[in-house]
T-cell receptor
């Protein structure tokens, strides 16, 4: 079945790099996403990667995909206090109905200490 | 483009009552999703509409839950005979084909937080 797992908590110092990890089970996933959720706000798409890519960089964000191990990571360079939030890994499942529904992990709480 | 809006933002109800939530997607987005998020968990898919057609329902969506999207615009999610286990954040998202290939960027609303006493 479809399952996405993440570590629950990460604490870093301001200016350090943060690496958030995720594993998924559905080998047919086409796209993998990283969403950010701040208190009282909706989910915000940060970045995504197509399953035939190994890496994608977008400003301070770097996504690495190891398709063989079904492992996805999000690296945030020069982490700021404003990056404190919950980060969700998600895979899109298309199947025969092509709904594009998202399967989310349980979220990683990132705490950035000044 | 004002984003996805949801109403109400908070709802407190007594067990056994019926509640209805509304979602207004981004205009011209033909795809609409409902998710449920409980404390400490990621969102879980409930149901999907393409235009006015409800094309997929999760097993999480018991017969006490019903969703509609008349005319393919706004959507409503009704929960009948609410139970304490229904307490959660209900999220709505809409999308259209924006990313490359088959990917759809889903834009999420702020959610409706339901508390069942």
């Amino acid at each position: 079945g479809e399952d996405v797992e993440q570590s629950l908590f990460l604490s870093v110092r301001e200016g350090d790099s943060s690496v958030i990890n995720c594993t998924y089970t559905d080998s047919s996933s086409t796209y993998l996403y990283w969403y950010k959720q701040e208190p009282g706000a909706g989910l915000q798409l940060l970045t995504y990667i197509f399953s035939n890519m190994d890496m994608k960089q977008d400003q301070r964000l770097t996504v690495l995909l190891n398709k063989k191990d079904k492992h996805l990571s999000l690296r945030i360079a020069d982490t700021q206090t404003g990056d404190s939030a919950i980060y969700f890994c998600a895979e899109s499942v298309h199947g025969s109905s092509n709904t594009g529904k998202l399967i989310f992990g349980q979220g990683t709480t990132l705490q950035v200490k000044p | 483009d004002t984003g996805v809006s949801q109403d109400p933002r908070h709802k407190i109800t007594k067990r056994g009552q019926n509640v209805t939530f509304r979602c207004d997607p981004i205009s011209e987005h033909n795809r609409l999703y409902w998710y449920r998020q409980t404390l400490g968990q990621g969102p879980e898919f409930l149901t999907y509409f393409q235009n006015e057609a409800q094309l997929e329902k999760s097993r999480l969506l018991s017969d006490r839950f019903s969703a509609e999207r008349p005319k393919g615009s706004f959507s409503t999610l009704e929960i009948q005979r609410t139970e304490q286990g229904d307490s959660a954040m209900y999220l709505c998202a809409s999308s259209s084909r924006r990313l490359a290939g088959e990917a759809y960027e889903q834009f999420f609303g702020p959610g409706t937080r339901l508390t069942v006493l």
